[in-house]
C-alpha cells in the first residue's frame, strides 16, 4: 500500500493546496453568477438554497437539486477507486487530479458551447453544472485521501475558524508542543484562505468580461495544479536481500570464524 505524501514533502505539493483553493473560488463564483445560482463548491450554499425555496413554495431550479446526492454519489465512488488503487499500490494524487481536470474541461466546453448565456435548467446547463460539481467533490476528496496535513481547499468557514484558533493558541498557548503543532496548521492554512478569496475575485471579474468561457480559469488551474506534482523525487535504490547478504558475508570483518578441526 502506498502512503500518501505529506504536503510538505516538495514544494510542488506546498503549493497544491492554495492552486486549488483558487480552483474552487473561481469555479464556485462562476457556477454561482451562470448557472442560475448554483455553487459548485459550497454545497452546504446549495441546502440552504433550497431550503428557502420549499419554504417560500418558490420554483426550484435542477441543478441545486441533483447538487448534494450528485456529490454525495461521486464522493462515495471516490473512495472505492482510491481503494482500488491502493491494492494496487498506486497513489490517488496523480489521478484523482487528471480526473479533476478532465471534469473541469468538460465544464468549460459545456459553457462555451452554450453561447453567451446558459440557461440553468436546460440540458447544457444542467451537465456543466454537475461535471463542476463533481470536479469539486474530487477536490474535496483528494485532500483527504491522497495528502497528508492539507487544509480544506474549498470549505473556508472551517479554515478561518481552525487558523483563528490556531493564531490564538500560538500567542497564548504554553504548551511548546501545541504551539508548535498550532503555527504548523497556520502555515499551511493561511494561503488556502487567500487563495480561495483570490479566486473568487478573478473569477467574478473574468466572468464580467468574458461571461462563460470564464470556466477556462480553473480549468487551466486544473492543469497547473497536475503539474505541481509530476515531478517525482529520486527513488532510494532497493537492495537485493540475497546481495546484501552475500556482500556481508564476503566482507572479512563479518566472516564467521570457523573451529579448526583436527
Known amino acids: 500500500m502506498t502512503a500518501a505524501p505529506s504536503v510538505d514533502t516538495s514544494l510542488g505539493l506546498k503549493l497544491l493546496p492554495t492552486v486549488l483553493s483558487v480552483i474552487a473560488g473561481s469555479a464556485d463564483v462562476i457556477s454561482f453568477l451562470g448557472l442560475g445560482g448554483l455553487f459548485v463548491a459550497h454545497i452546504t450554499g446549495n441546502l440552504v438554497i433550497l431550503a428557502a425555496h420549499v419554504v417560500t413554495g418558490t420554483r426550484v431550479g435542477i441543478a441545486p437539486m441533483l447538487s448534494v446526492p450528485v456529490f454525495i454519489l461521486v464522493l462515495g465512488l471516490l473512495r472505492f477507486l482510491a481503494a482500488g488503487l491502493a491494492a494496487l499500490g498506486l497513489a490517488s494524487l496523480r489521478p484523482l487530479l487528471v480526473l479533476q481536470f478532465v471534469l473541469l474541461g468538460g465544464f468549460l466546453a459545456l459553457s462555451i458551447s452554450a453561447g453567451p448565456r446558459i440557461d440553468p435548467d436546460g440540458l447544457n446547463g444542467v451537465l456543466a453544472g454537475m461535471l463542476g460539481v463533481s470536479a469539486m467533490a474530487v477536490q474535496n476528496a483528494l485532500v483527504q485521501l491522497s495528502v497528508r496535513e492539507a487544509p480544506s481547499t474549498a470549505v473556508m468557514t472551517t479554515n478561518i475558524t481552525r487558523f483563528t484558533m490556531d493564531v490564538g493558541e500560538v500567542l497564548l498557548g504554553r504548551d511548546p508542543g501545541e504551539v508548535a503543532a498550532a503555527r504548523?496548521?497556520?502555515?499551511?492554512?493561511?494561503?488556502?484562505?487567500?487563495?480561495?478569496?483570490?479566486?473568487?475575485?478573478l473569477g467574478a471579474a473574468l466572468f464580467m468580461i468574458a461571461g462563460p468561457p470564464s470556466a477556462a480559469l480553473p480549468t487551466g488551474l486544473a492543469l497547473l495544479a497536475l503539474t505541481c506534482v509530476l515531478r517525482r523525487p529520486p527513488a532510494l535504490r532497493r537492495t537485493s536481500p540475497l546481495i546484501t547478504s552475500r556482500r556481508i558475508k564476503d566482507c572479512p570483518s563479518h566472516r564467521r570464524t570457523l573451529p579448526e578441526q583436527g
Open 184 to 201: 504548523r496548521r497556520a502555515n499551511h492554512t493561511w494561503p488556502a484562505i487567500v487563495g480561495f478569496a483570490a479566486g473568487a475575485g
